[in-house]
């Protein structure tokens, strides 16, 4: 079955800050950028040079690696971050005397990846950049909806574990169901929104597109939605919606935001094919593994 509602996410970001600041998301920096740049010192400080709304931003990021498993009260890492290039929290720029000691990227492949480097002391470093802000079931975006947000990520060890199969839905519609896991914890938050927008930072949403499907050609953001408390698991079927078609598209892809720090994930595969008794059998038993004792992801 289908679980969390229709999401259009309008989060606002101050991108234009001019002193030193923490993230409220952690990872994202900016939006629409262009002519990005990172360099790492062995202080374990970033710097991230680009440009945006019509100038050239030196953006210093530190103090945040990894991720936290989820917590009621315990707040997740994230960056602190200073858009003046180093006056806001040295009072002076830093980005004028700052030693890259950065060397080239040499983690697991990303998808949206613009650039990374490995640090001095051996952790990573990795900027992507995507459209999360898409809206639903492959309507035409505003141009506030269709920017391409840049976000930072500093990690070491695995990446986190998406984890998606496909199935069907009362025998007729595409279906998925899944985990998000870090180090072996479920990824979940506490407070969301009636409409499923996270209020606290270890809420996840899935953002879900179709490829090729009665949207049109291409790839169309079919939904976002949350994972689950306390398992970090999540389903979702293609039906139709008020007057949209069901997205059955030809493939399906997924980008979740890394928990912390740690990067954003990303899962593709081709649409399961027609209907298959057997398979639809064991994954139904697998989904009631999955739920427990959760009233979401019932199979049907």
Same mark, same amino acid.
């Given at each position: ?15 234009? +800050? ?43 990021? *530190? ?19 200073? #858009? ?10 830093? *980005? ?10 040499? !983690?697991?492949?990303?998808? &949206? ?16 950049? &995507?459209?999360?802000? +898409? ?26 574990? +998406? ?6 839905? #009362?025998?007729? #519609?595409?279906?998925?169901? !899944?985990? #998000? ?24 949403? +899935? ?11 291409? *790839? ?21 919606? !008020? ?14 935001? !890394? ?42």
């Amino acid at each position: 079955m289908e679980v969390g509602r229709a999401l259009l996410v309008l989060a606002v970001v101050a991108a234009a +800050l001019c002193g030193a600041a923490e993230a409220r998301a952690s990872e994202l920096i900016d939006r629409n950028a262009t002519g990005v740049k990172l360099a790492v010192d062995k202080q374990g400080r970033a710097l991230l040079t680009y440009r945006a709304r019509g100038r050239v931003w030196r953006v210093l990021a *530190w103090d945040a690696i990894n991720a936290r498993p989820s917590h009621a009260t315990i707040k997740q890492v994230k960056f602190k971050l200073d #858009y003046s290039g180093g006056w806001g929290s040295h009072r002076r720029e830093v *980005w004028r005397t700052f030693t890259n000691g950065c060397r080239p990227y040499d !983690g697991p492949r990303l998808q &949206w990846f613009v650039t990374g480097c490995r640090a001095p002391d051996g952790s990573l470093w990795a900027v992507q950049s &995507w459209q999360r802000m +898409l809206p639903n079931y492959g309507l035409p975006p505003t141009p506030a909806q269709a920017v391409w947000e840049l976000r930072l990520s500093h990690w070491s060890g695995p990446l986190p574990e +998406l984890t998606i199969k496909l199935d069907w839905a #009362y025998r007729r #519609y595409d279906h998925l169901y !899944g985990t #998000y896991s870090y180090l072996g914890h479920p990824v979940f938050g506490f407070r969301v929104t009636p409409t499923g927008v996270p209020l606290d930072t270890y809420g996840r949403n +899935l953002y879900l597109d179709t490829f090729n499907s009665a949207y049109g050609r291409g *790839w169309k953001r079919e939904n976002s939605f949350l994972t689950q408390n306390p398992r970090g698991n999540f389903c979702y079927g293609f039906f139709p919606h !008020g007057n949209r078609p069901a997205g059955h598209g030809e493939k399906y892809r997924a980008t979740i935001i !890394g928990p912390g720090v740690a990067p954003d994930v990303y899962w593709e595969s081709e649409a399961p094919g027609p209907y298959d008794a057997e398979r639809d059998r064991i994954a139904n038993a697998e989904q009631l593994d999955l739920a427990g004792t959760s009233k979401y992801c019932r199979p049907n």
